[in-house]
């Protein structure tokens, strides 16, 4: 029996790039005291999560619902960023973030000046990447162009973490599903 499960691990092990083809993944973070979950929206909405190569350097668009069937009225939480460097030694800048709330006029929004992002996972191969890290952003209505406090009025502080499996731009993950 024990010399079968070197088999079935390898058998898992092959068969696991067929499953992992679909855009997957969570952001959870805390915003007015209370822990929120937003699941990522992959490529075939139109509003949804994607990659893309940008000569070293990878630009990422995370895009999360509360709801894990979002519909056309659904709020998103978007993170935006570029990332380069080794897996476990991944750098970041230019996060900007973007959370749309219900019955609100405008979204609120944070620019570089105002987040920070750490990448603890950063790993390309072919059409797909696996990231993680953690984030904090000040956000206001509308963004800012300055520097803004966490006191501020208006502004709201977000502070949470994600993970999540993406497909590159324009990559046809058709195949995959079926």
Same mark, same amino acid.
């Given at each position: 029996?024990?010399?079968?499960?070197?088999?079935?691990?390898?058998?898992?092990?092959?068969?696991?790039?067929?499953?992992?083809?679909?855009?997957?993944?969570?952001?959870?973070?805390?915003?007015?005291?209370?822990?929120?979950?937003?699941?990522?929206?992959?490529?075939?909405?139109?509003? @949804? *999560?994607?990659?893309?190569?940008?000569?070293?350097?990878?630009?990422? +668009?995370? %895009?999360?619902?509360?709801? $894990? /069937?979002?519909?056309?009225?659904?709020?998103?939480?978007?993170?935006?960023?570029?990332?380069?460097?080794?897996?476990?030694?991944?750098?970041?800048?230019?996060?900007?973030?973007?959370?749309?709330?219900?019955?609100?006029?405008?979204?609120?929004?944070?620019?570089?000046?105002?987040?920070?992002?750490?990448?603890?996972?950063?790993?390309?191969?072919?059409?797909?990447?696996?990231?993680? @890290? *953690?984030?904090?952003?000040?956000?206001?209505?509308?963004?800012?162009? +300055?520097? %803004?406090?966490?006191?501020? $009025? /208006?502004?709201?502080?977000?502070?949470?973490?994600?993970?999540?499996?993406?497909?590159?731009?324009?990559?046809?993950?058709?195949?995959?599903?079926?």
């Amino acid at each position: 029996m024990t010399r079968f499960i070197p088999l079935l691990a390898a058998a898992a092990f092959t068969a696991a790039p067929l499953f992992a083809q679909q855009t997957s993944g969570t952001i959870t973070a805390t915003l007015d005291l209370e822990r929120h979950t937003w699941h990522v929206a992959g490529p075939a909405d139109p509003r @949804g *999560s994607t990659w893309q190569g940008i000569d070293s350097r990878q630009k990422v +668009r995370l %895009v999360g619902y509360a709801e $894990e /069937e979002p519909s056309d009225d659904s709020t998103p939480l978007v993170l935006t960023f570029t990332a380069e460097g080794a897996p476990t030694e991944a750098r970041s800048d230019d996060l900007t973030v973007e959370l749309v709330r219900a019955n609100t006029d405008q979204p609120l929004k944070a620019g570089p000046q105002n987040t920070t992002l750490t990448l603890t996972a950063l790993n390309t191969m072919g059409g797909e990447m696996i990231v993680a @890290g *953690s984030f904090t952003a000040v956000l206001t209505p509308g963004g800012a162009d +300055r520097i %803004v406090q966490t006191d501020a $009025e /208006e502004a709201v502080t977000l502070d949470g973490n994600f993970q999540a499996t993406l497909q590159k731009a324009g990559e046809d993950t058709s195949a995959a599903a079926e």
